[in-house]
């Protein structure tokens, strides 16, 4: 069998073993001792399940394969702490969408990165005795997938509509309605990129049972209609080569290289001169749909986005000084280009709250989010080692 670890494995093992480094000399607990082997099998675990369970969805509608894999974070978890952890009834269910990459990478091992941070950020639900699984969605370009001619001529004439659609059935395949009726279980969608597209359409697609245990997280949109144009590619440009000064994006750059061709090998699949054809045009596609813009929501408390300050895809001189000047005032609050805040701040000199809430948050990066937040992921292990001395031994 090939070892078919996520391709940035490595770097998050190194990224790991400085923080406990750096730590150490803080911390001399007993734990803190333990962190090493642990936290390496956390990562394991998750690159195990993710690699048995790597498959396809087939969407007859689009006649399309998207590659897709999924893992169980308590089981990723028992067997790195060596520990039974608390069971209850509650469940939470993670979809992590990929981004547009150029074959072969839209495909769930390239969110390796994602799967771990999300994972550990999770952590502390499992202790408390919740169940919770994640499903990484890739493209149908991305390497395991299949493209289509159908699904082609629908994106063109539907923008991302179609991947949406094929989100909302992937969640309802891992989600049956019996279990939504028993009114247990979570859903959180997840999206960077392009694939804040697929999130917030995924989410309007699911029947609205569903949308009302649903949250969907847009992580730097692009595509976003008052967001689109020339920007948005001149903007992929400069952020790639920022991401060359990153040591960190060009370990990331070296290892999905290496990658895709074990992942070739472990697929088996042949890769035929139609395939290459379609999947070559089918991002052509993505990208014109990037380039024309299409609207996302800003005022929905289930559709909720994150827009780095910094984006070179979406950066304006007047996102700058209104930034610049929140930060000054203290107010980290919610904004959006869409006119909101002209109307949060004339609502706040008249004294009136809430008439128009947005849901739209600054952060402090660039297009690409650094996921590999080793200091975050031993808070979260120390976290989970000091409950679970807390359960009397048997």
């Known amino acids: 069998m090939v070892e078919l670890h996520s391709p940035y494995t490595d770097i998050a093992l190194q990224s790991i073993q400085k923080a406990i480094q750096k730590r150490e000399s803080m911390d001399k607990s007993k734990e803190m001792l333990q962190l090493p082997k642990i936290m390496g099998d956390v990562i394991n675990n998750i690159d195990n399940q ?14 399309v394969d998207v590659p897709v894999s999924h893992y169980s974070l308590n089981k990723a978890a028992e067997g790195a702490f060596n520990a039974p952890f608390l069971s209850n009834e509650k469940r939470e269910v993670r979809f992590i969408l990929i981004s547009f990459g150029f074959q072969p990478y839209p495909t769930p091992q390239f969110g390796g990165d994602w799967a771990y941070n999300d994972g550990f950020a999770s952590l502390g639900k499992v202790v408390a005795g919740k169940k919770v699984d994640f499903y990484i969605v890739g493209l149908p370009y991305g390497m395991g997938g299949k493209e289509s001619q159908k699904m082609k001529e629908a994106r063109k004439k539907e923008g991302f509509e179609p991947y949406g659609k094929i989100v909302a059935k992937i969640i309802q ?3 049956p309605a019996e279990e939504i009726q028993k009114g247990n279980t979570q859903i959180h969608i997840t999206g960077q990129s392009m694939s804040t597209q697929s999130a917030e359409r995924g989410y309007n697609h699911l029947p609205e049972e569903y949308q009302k245990i649903s949250y969907a997280l847009k992580d730097n949109p692009v595509a976003d209609r008052r967001m689109g144009g020339i920007q948005v590619p001149v903007g992929f440009l400069v952020e790639g080569a920022l991401g060359q000064l990153n040591p ?5 750059d070296k290892g999905q290289k290496k990658y895709s061709e074990r992942l070739k090998k472990y697929l088996d699949i ?18 014109r749909n990037m380039t024309h813009g299409f609207p996302l929501e800003h005022h929905n408390s289930h559709l909720k986005t994150r827009q780095g300050i910094l984006d070179p895809t979406s950066i304006t001189p007047t996102r700058i000084s209104r930034e610049v000047l929140r930060l000054i005032k203290g ?5 959006s280009e869409d006119g909101a805040y ?3 701040i004339h609502d706040e000199r008249m004294g009136i709250k809430n008439r128009m809430k947005t849901f739209n948050f600054p952060i402090k990066t660039t297009h690409s989010i650094n996921r590999f937040r080793a200091e975050k992921w031993i808070d979260r292990t120390l976290y989970v080692l000091r409950e679970l001395n807390k359960i009397p031994k048997a």
Not at 248 to 252: E, F, K, L
Request: cysteine-free.
């Open 331 to 335: 107010k980290p609050t919610p904004y």
């Open 342 to 344: 002209r109307q949060e």
């Open 50 to 63: 993710m690699q048995e369970n790597l498959g396809v969805y087939h969407s007859g509608e689009y006649d």
């Open 248 to 252: 960190t994006i060009r370990a990331m």
């Open 270 to 287: 042949p890769d035929t001169e139609e395939q290459q054809k379609l999947r070559s045009e089918g991002q052509m596609i993505d990208i």
């Open 173 to 175: 395949q891992a989600v």
